[in-house]
């Protein structure tokens, strides 16, 4: 039964059009690309996808080409509507140590700037996207690669994974990183980090809010998976206005942000899954959602 909701077209990068994928040097570098990221379905059927940053041996660097590769991939299975959870993880012993620096080094300001445009896409295609991304921390993530946990909407940490923002240390401030760490770590721990470049261990990123667990090394993608499992179980529909809704009410203050989700509860009450919830809580049933229900029908058709 994996393979079923694996049907139709595939996730992962299909190409972009611009000036810079035309031709056969345009065909291979998507192709180039496509490799920098890998998608895994083996657990679509209930609804989890496994996409990985696959450059180890750049330690898994968000240059804009992985940047532009992992962006497609998430817009991928945004299209293709068939997952409510995503995990996020790298291959190699790193779970991605941030821009390329010879990148930055070589580029002049509007290469720099297109690079930190293309990486503010991709994070605000994890933050739109429907679906619960989970990031898998297995090991370092320093820089934009710390940006990418925090922007994560969850995040499970192996015991020796590690934390920093070390731009400070070569005169490099990480700015952009800063963003999504001082939504999740507090204010002054997250100062403490931009201003000394030092790492944080996980204790200290479960601690301060960065990850939500902390495991063992072997026990790492059992845990992910487990808590993705505890998410993909429910209505797709319900996750999408959830996670919609919760980002945009922080930025509101507390009784605007009331007075929003007051009138995002009325709404939801009206939509199907809630009153299939709801029926089902009261008459002792599991209930059967929406989207449960309508790829039940297409397989039976």
């Given at each position: 039964?994996?393979?079923?909701?694996g049907?139709?077209?595939?996730?992962?990068?299909?190409?972009?059009?611009n000036?810079?994928?035309t031709?056969?040097?345009?065909?291979?570098?998507?192709?180039?690309?496509?490799?920098?990221?890998?998608?895994d379905?083996?657990?679509?059927?209930?609804?989890?996808?496994?996409?990985?940053?696959?450059?180890?041996?750049?330690?898994?660097a968000?240059?804009?080409?992985?940047?532009?590769?992992?962006?497609e991939t998430?817009?991928?299975?945004?299209?293709?509507?068939r997952?409510?959870?995503?995990?996020?993880?790298?291959?190699?012993?790193?779970?991605?140590?941030?821009h390329d620096?010879?990148?930055?080094?070589?580029?002049?300001?509007?290469?720099?700037?297109?690079?930190?445009?293309?990486?503010?896409?991709?994070?605000?295609?994890?933050?739109?996207?429907?679906?619960?991304?989970?990031?898998?921390?297995?090991?370092?993530?320093?820089?934009?690669?710390?940006?990418?946990?925090?922007?994560?909407?969850?995040?499970?940490?192996s015991?020796?994974?590690?934390?920093?923002?070390?731009?400070?240390?070569?005169?490099?401030?990480?700015?952009?990183?800063?963003?999504?760490?001082?939504?999740?770590?507090?204010?002054?721990?997250?100062?403490?980090?931009?201003?000394?470049?030092?790492?944080?261990?996980?204790?200290?990123?479960?601690?301060?809010?960065?990850?939500?667990?902390?495991?063992p090394?072997?026990?790492?993608?059992?845990?992910?998976?487990?808590?993705?499992?505890?998410?993909?179980?429910?209505?797709?529909?319900?996750?999408?206005?959830?996670?919609?809704?919760?980002?945009?009410?922080?930025?509101?203050?507390?009784?605007?942000?009331?007075?929003?989700?007051?009138?995002?509860?009325?709404?939801?009450?009206?939509?199907?899954?809630?009153?299939?919830?709801?029926?089902?809580?009261?008459?002792?049933?599991?209930?059967?959602w929406?989207?449960?229900?309508?790829?039940?029908?297409?397989?039976?058709?």
């Open positions: 039964m994996r393979a079923e909701l049907r139709g077209p595939p996730i992962g990068y299909t190409g972009r059009s000036d810079r994928m031709g056969t040097d345009g065909e291979q570098e998507a192709e180039d690309m496509a490799e920098l990221v890998l998608y379905p083996t657990f679509e059927d209930e609804r989890i996808g496994i996409v990985t940053l696959n450059h180890p041996d750049k330690r898994n968000l240059s804009r080409e992985m940047l532009l590769a992992l962006d998430l817009q991928g299975i945004v299209r293709a509507d997952l409510n959870v995503v995990i996020l993880r790298g291959a190699g012993t790193v779970f991605s140590s941030g620096l010879r990148e930055i080094l070589q580029g002049d300001a509007p290469a720099v700037l297109e690079l930190f445009e293309t990486c503010f896409s991709t994070m605000q295609t994890i933050r739109r996207m429907p679906q619960i991304v989970v990031a898998e921390v297995h090991g370092i993530a320093t820089a934009a690669g710390c940006q990418l946990v925090a922007t994560a909407d969850l995040a499970v940490a015991s020796v994974a590690k934390f920093a923002t070390p731009g400070i240390k070569i005169g490099f401030f990480c700015s952009t990183p800063a963003v999504a760490l001082s939504r999740n770590v507090g204010r002054k721990k997250a100062a403490e980090m931009l201003f000394t470049g030092e790492f944080m261990d996980a204790e200290d990123a479960l601690r301060f809010g960065l990850v939500n667990r902390v495991v090394p072997e026990n790492l993608r059992t845990a992910t998976l487990e808590l993705a499992r505890l998410v993909a179980r429910h209505a797709k529909a319900t996750l999408a206005l959830g996670k919609k809704h919760f980002y945009r009410q922080l930025e509101m203050d507390e009784f605007e942000a009331l007075a929003y989700m007051s009138q995002v509860m009325a709404t939801n009450s009206a939509m199907p899954d809630a009153k299939e919830g709801i029926s089902a809580f009261l008459t002792k049933r599991q209930p059967v929406t989207d449960r229900r309508m790829a039940q029908q297409a397989l039976d058709a």
